[in-house]
């Protein structure tokens, strides 16, 4: 099976980095887990204090920690769609209740809405904005002057903004980051899922100023973060470079698949700075299922959202993963296949 549906850099790590993750012993079956060693690294990892940062079990948990602990019983919440789908459904777990602003598509770009974003900031009784940059499942980041705009809109908000970043490091390197010393309302989540390739680790953690981080810890599980866990990410944290090597692969095979896609006829392959694609086909459902007997999974773009104009600007769409180079050939086949 070619799993091309979550999003997951399912062949990132060579044989080298994946050994390298191998540091079982007896204490990390036997013990609970200590964070210390892991925060001190991500933080330099992120550039960061210690004391901004939080770890969580996936960049999920951090997204619901922030939920309950600002926008939960009625809270109500900013949100451009479409955006991560567990976002719609971790806030109505929690009761938030969502203003949706949707983004536009415009000669095969998708368009983040900041006027109507700015505007909803503006009225002042949203509790917290959730952007989900580069977006899933679109592909598309905003831009710094979009960045810039939503700064300067916040320095008067009392919202809390949150920069969702899970693929900052297959971006072109545009982040909240910067604005971190001089907006007190800010928390930036990020995750090893992806730009790590540890997405069956469950390793997350939010940047913010320490009052927020406080604020969270109160609302996390004791270990939550397994030991196995904790011991593979500082493996792979010491090897940042290795695992930059490898993500740029990742990254150069995603500028030829997108060339390659945009040479059949029939689709629109939008540009991304993720680790997946967004593609426009004739009947979706049928190509996706067809891709599935041919043992490929891929995942159907318009039930990621419930709100109708989301739903509307997906419809006809798939989001496709990279696929591994000795697989791209063989996915673009079938893909040319279910088409006919």
């Known amino acids: 099976m070619m799993p091309l549906d979550r999003n997951e850099s399912y062949w990132m790590l060579d044989d080298e980095l994946v050994a390298a993750t191998n540091v079982t012993t007896a204490n990390e079956l ?21 004391e901004q940062l939080l770890i969580t079990a996936g960049s999920d948990a951090a997204i619901e920690h922030i939920a309950r602990a600002y926008a939960g019983n009625g809270g109500e919440v900013i949100l451009p769609v479409p955006t991560f789908y567990g976002y719609e459904t971790i806030l109505e777990r929690v009761g938030a209740h969502i203003v949706p602003i949707t983004y536009e598509e415009r000669d095969g770009h998708f368009i983040f809405p900041l006027a109507k974003t700015i505007e909803a900031l503006k009225d002042g009784s949203a509790k917290v904005l959730f952007l989900c940059h580069p977006n899933n499942p679109l592909g598309c980041p905003l831009s710094l002057e979009e960045i810039a705009a939503v700064v300067m809109a916040a320095r008067t908000s009392d919202t809390l903004i949150v920069s969702d970043e899970a693929y900052f490091e297959f971006s072109s390197g545009a982040s909240f980051l910067p604005y971190l010393a001089e907006l007190p309302n800010l928390v930036i989540i990020r995750t090893l899922s992806k730009a790590f390739a540890l997405s069956g680790a469950r390793v997350g953690y939010a940047i913010a100023a320490p009052d927020i981080i406080k604020k969270l810890e109160k609302l996390m599980l004791p270990w939550a973060v397994t030991h196995l866990s904790v011991s593979v990410a500082r493996a792979l944290l010491a090897r940042a470079d290795a695992v930059k090597t490898r993500r740029d692969v990742v990254i150069s095979e995603r500028i030829h698949f997108i060339q390659a896609l945009q040479r059949i006829s029939s689709i629109t392959a939008y540009p991304s700075e993720t680790n997946f694609v967004l593609v426009r086909v004739p009947d979706a459902v049928r190509v996706r299922d067809v891709l599935l007997e041919k043992g490929i999974r891929v995942a159907l773009g318009e039930p990621m959202s419930r709100f109708p104009e989301a739903k509307e600007l997906l419809n006809g769409t798939l989001r496709i993963a990279i696929p591994a180079p000795e697989s791209k050939v063989v996915f673009l086949e079938a893909l040319r296949t279910s088409l006919q």
């Not at 887990?33 to 892991?38: I, K, Q, R, V």
């Open 30 to 50: 036997s013990t609970y887990p200590d964070y210390g060693e892991l925060k001190e690294a991500l933080a330099k990892y992120a550039g960061v204090a210690k």
